[in-house]
T-cell receptor
């Protein structure tokens, strides 16, 4: 049983570029949440998707957008990258809106130069 | 963004010693969770707490949900080298799949 998988594992971009990160949830999970973890900090909630809709959103600008596909996988898109967007981006999945155990993937390390 | 106050920031202990760390908030949480993160990995859930006053164990780990609902504690007994890592507390204002609010983490180093 595969857990939460994220791709790519590492990514290097330059300021102003756009990036897409991908997440496949744990088998049986239909809810996907995205978190940003800056170096030395705890993860910060970006947004959550359920039934292909954004259900909750944290305090992140509109440059951060996402999508969920019918197979429950999800993408995180960041436009007009800033140096401060450099971080580990974590995807977490859970079984439905009532399932309160979120399982995390290993993350995508994004470096913006 | 909102974060929980987690302390200590780091700990250096000898193998075999007990460890205590805590997390406080100005807000009431309905769920408290403790995660461990190893380098290059995502956080792994250790213990979940759902009721005020609840005391839950997972092997050598014990966590408590504070009766005020504004704090939680994690204890590790008889530490071993593989306990090394960063421990995060996380809270949920409501239940379900609501967003997790994390502390800044406690970095634990265990000297053999």
């Amino acid at each position: 049983d595969a857990g939460v998988t994220q791709s790519p594992t590492h990514l290097i971009k330059t300021r102003g570029q756009q990036v897409t990160l991908r997440c496949s949830p744990k088998s049986g999970h239909d809810t996907v949440s995205w978190y940003q973890q800056a170096l030395g900090q705890g993860p910060q909630f970006i947004f959550q998707y359920y039934e292909e809709e954004e259900r909750q959103r944290g305090n992140f600008p509109d440059r951060f957008s996402g999508h969920q596909f019918p197979n429950y996988s999800s993408e995180l898109n960041v436009n007009a990258l800033l140096l401060g967007d450099s971080a580990l981006y974590l995807c977490a999945s859970s079984p439905g809106l009532a399932g309160n155990i979120q399982y995390f993937g290993a993350g995508t390390r994004l470096s913006v130069l | 963004g909102q974060q929980l106050n987690q302390s200590p920031q780091s700990m250096f202990i000898q193998e075999g010693e007990d460890v205590s760390m805590n997390c406080t908030s100005s807000s009431i949480f309905n769920t408290w969770l403790w995660y461990k993160q190893d380098p290059g990995e995502g956080p792994v859930l250790l213990i979940a707490l759902y009721k005020a006053g609840e005391l839950t164990s997972n092997g050598r780990l014990t966590a408590q949900f504070g009766i005020t609902r504004k704090d939680s504690f994690l204890n590790i007994s008889a530490s071993i080298p593989s306990d090394v890592g960063i421990y995060f507390c996380a809270g949920q204002l409501k239940g379900g799949s609501e967003k997790l609010v994390f502390g800044k983490g406690t970095k634990l180093t265990v000297n053999p």
